[in-house]
């Protein structure tokens, strides 16, 4: 089972089932949640850090039409699959990631910081962020509702509380 | 079996046509990790003696991986040990990761054979003769 980047460039032009974007430096924890999302028909990306969470985030709602085009310039069959994808990045901007789904404690960056650096982006900060933790810290989890987190769940996810999540927050 | 919770149906509850073998695939991922954190607390408690933070802190991941797939028993231990680490008990927390390598060993044995078994049991319709040995 491979968690592929199936959300970004869009395969063709299949109506997009939201896309999910999960955040967890477990690998273990990584396949559960990518399983319990993909069985509920969702289009999932899984990371294994904040900080790459962030980069595709950019990745897909930062880069203007210009500064990929000249970014690519001189590949021209890269260029040809390159705007390709990222045109159709461009065309879903904003709403490519439907929901992020992060672990809390990651080394480096932590899902709270994580979630903290979203609501601070003009760009990012209506996607909504659910954290997800296998303590149950009442501070922690009212810290990070206070932030601006959809949700918080606690480990181990089972797949009615993506459910019921997914049903609340997505469209 | 004792050894496997609720969270273990779970993961096999997720298998379809598209992921046959998730349950597998997750529990291979689940060795591969554990195993290195066993060896990263072993260093740690030869390293770093008595430093309790830093055993407790390795052994709250490979409690959190346990808890993921429903290693109940070996999460267990994990909790014991973190225990003896809160209590600053150097000998306890020696003890107590012994038996979290013990579950964790007969974890192993007790996974692979299962999945063996239903890879001889095979899907259904196809096998036409009794398993080897």
């Keep these: 089972m491979a968690s592929s980047c199936m959300g970004i460039g869009g395969e063709g032009s299949a109506p997009a089932a939201p896309h999910v974007l999960a955040v967890d430096d477990s690998s273990v924890d990584r396949a559960v949640i990518t399983g319990i999302l993909r069985s509920s028909k969702f289009r999932v990306t899984a990371v294994d850090s904040a900080k790459r969470a962030l980069e595709l985030l950019g990745s897909v709602c930062g880069l203007t039409e210009p500064q990929i085009i000249s970014r690519f310039r001189n590949f021209r069959f890269l260029c040809c699959i390159a705007c390709a994808i990222t045109y159709s990045c461009i065309g879903l901007q904003g709403a490519n990631v439907s929901m992020i789904i992060t672990d809390y404690w990651m080394p480096d960056m932590t899902g709270y910081e994580l979630l903290k650096k979203v609501k601070e982006s003009s760009k990012l900060r209506e996607i909504p962020v659910v954290i997800m933790s296998s303590e149950n810290v009442p501070t922690r989890i009212n810290r990070c509702l206070e932030e601006g987190a959809e949700d918080f769940l606690l480990k181990p996810v089972r797949r009615s509380d993506v459910s019921r999540l997914c049903s609340r927050v997505l469209p | ?133």
């Design chain 2, 1 to 133: 079996m004792g050894y496997l919770d609720e969270q273990f149906c779970q993961i096999e509850d997720l298998q379809d046509e598209t992921s046959p073998n998730f349950a597998e695939e997750v529990v291979s991922l689940f060795f591969k990790d554990s195993v290195r954190l066993v060896t990263n607390i072993e260093q740690a408690m030869e390293k770093y003696p008595e430093d309790f933070n830093r055993w407790d802190a390795h052994m709250q991941q490979l409690k959190g991986s346990c808890y993921s797939i429903g290693a109940s028993k070996m999460n267990n231990e994990c909790t014991l040990f973190r225990n003896n680490c809160g209590q600053e008990n150097a000998e306890g927390c020696m003890r107590s990761f012994q038996k979290v390598k013990r579950e964790h060993a007969i974890l192993r044995q007790k996974l692979e054979s299962y999945f063996q078994l239903l890879r001889q049991a095979g899907p259904a319709g196809t096998a036409t003769r009794p398993a080897g040995k």
